[in-house]
């Protein structure tokens, strides 16, 4: 031990004599640069990145370790306002010398918000008959968003709201699409489809209906005896009888079939002696069943008759 404090000596005597003077604390003590560069902190997650919802998030929550003190300019991150947030983080050290420095670690969190609305639909389908018509409305169950709540219909797509848009056209047979687009407060957007099928009114009525297998009521062929007796036909503008119905209870469509046989809902319209076949009775005729809604002068004479409805 000796000998080595004999040659420590002699090469500091060396040193002064070499004209090597400027020896002090800090060729021993280490810089504050190097203990800056010693201070190192980690994040749990390489993205700092929050769900949109409700509340405050505490910033400290995503530090996985730091090499100090640590200190924040913000504590916390309100997560119902999407965006980054630019959080500087500081982490102070102090050395076994009693030095102390602080590192400086900025870092961007961002408000993000990944949940779409949600919108549920009754049914994939809905089938129409030519002049009937579809709600619409009453198809889509419910438009929500997992933090807005329910979304409300608008005319215009907007923040907050849901559109319905179609081209449907209840006087042509065809298979039509109807678009639902919802947008939430963030702008995210969903879009769903289901489809209004319009169909021809077929003849038959699945149950009840049947099909004539013997002559049956044209123009040119204008009375024939049919299932129910006598057939005829007639063309005469039906408002007044429609409205006589309407009395009655009956709020079936008025329409015209393709072959111009006049209809109430699903059956043909006709006249008939109402003593033998009261208003609103449903009889089998040579064209399908049909619904008597009118009398005449010919009842009289016989009682079991059926005058059928058209535009011929």
Same mark, same amino acid.
């Given at each position: 031990m000796i000998f080595k404090g004999r040659v420590a000596l002699a090469t500091l005597a060396m040193l002064v004599l070499t004209g090597y003077t400027d020896f002090t604390d800090e060729d021993i003590t280490p810089s504050t640069e190097e203990l800056y560069d010693s201070i190192s902190m980690g994040f749990t997650q390489p993205q700092l990145e929050l769900e949109y919802g409700e509340g405050l998030f505490d910033v400290r929550?995503?530090?996985?370790?730091?090499? +100090?003190?640590?200190?924040?300019?913000?504590?916390?991150?309100?997560?119902?306002?999407?965006?980054?947030n630019v959080i500087l983080y500081g982490v102070t050290k102090t050395d076994e010398y009693g030095q102390t420095a602080t590192r400086y670690f900025p870092q961007g969190i961002r408000v993000v918000d990944t949940n779409y609305p949600v919108i549920e639909l009754e049914k994939e389908l809905i089938t129409v008959t030519l002049g009937g018509k579809a709600d619409l409305a009453a198809n889509i169950l419910s438009v929500t968003d997992v933090v807005d709540g329910d979304l409300q219909p608008a005319d215009q797509l907007q923040p907050g709201c849901y559109t319905v848009s179609h081209s449907i056209s209840y006087k042509k047979a065809g298979t039509y699409p109807v678009t639902v687009e919802a947008m939430d407060s963030n702008g995210n957007v969903t879009t769903v489809q289901f489809i209004v099928q319009v169909k021809k009114r077929s003849y038959l009525i699945p149950g009840i209906d049947y099909v004539w297998k013997g002559q049956k009521l044209t123009k040119r062929r204008g009375t024939i005896y049919g299932p129910s007796g006598k057939e005829t036909y007639y063309? /005469?503008?039906? @408002? +007044? *009888? !429609?409205?006589?119905?309407?009395?009655? +209870?009956? =709020?079936?469509?008025? $329409? !015209?079939?393709?072959?111009?046989?006049?209809? /109430?809902?699903?059956?043909?319209?006709?006249? @008939?002696?109402?003593?033998?076949?009261?208003?609103?009775?449903?009889?089998? =005729?040579?064209?399908?069943?049909?619904?008597?809604?009118?009398?005449?002068?010919?009842?009289?004479?016989?009682?079991?008759?059926?005058?059928?409805? *058209?535009? $011929?």
């Open positions: 929550d995503f530090v996985s370790y730091a090499d +100090g003190e640590l200190e924040v300019t913000t504590e916390t991150v309100d997560v119902s306002q999407v965006g980054t063309n /005469l503008n039906m @408002a +007044g *009888v !429609v409205k006589i119905m309407r009395r009655r +209870g009956n =709020t079936d469509e008025y $329409w !015209v079939r393709s072959d111009g046989v006049k209809m /109430l809902g699903d059956y043909i319209m006709v006249a @008939a002696n109402l003593k033998t076949y009261p208003r609103g009775s449903i009889i089998k =005729t040579s064209l399908g069943m049909a619904i008597v809604c009118d009398t005449g002068a010919f009842a009289r004479k016989n009682p079991y008759q059926i005058d059928i409805a *058209v535009n $011929w």
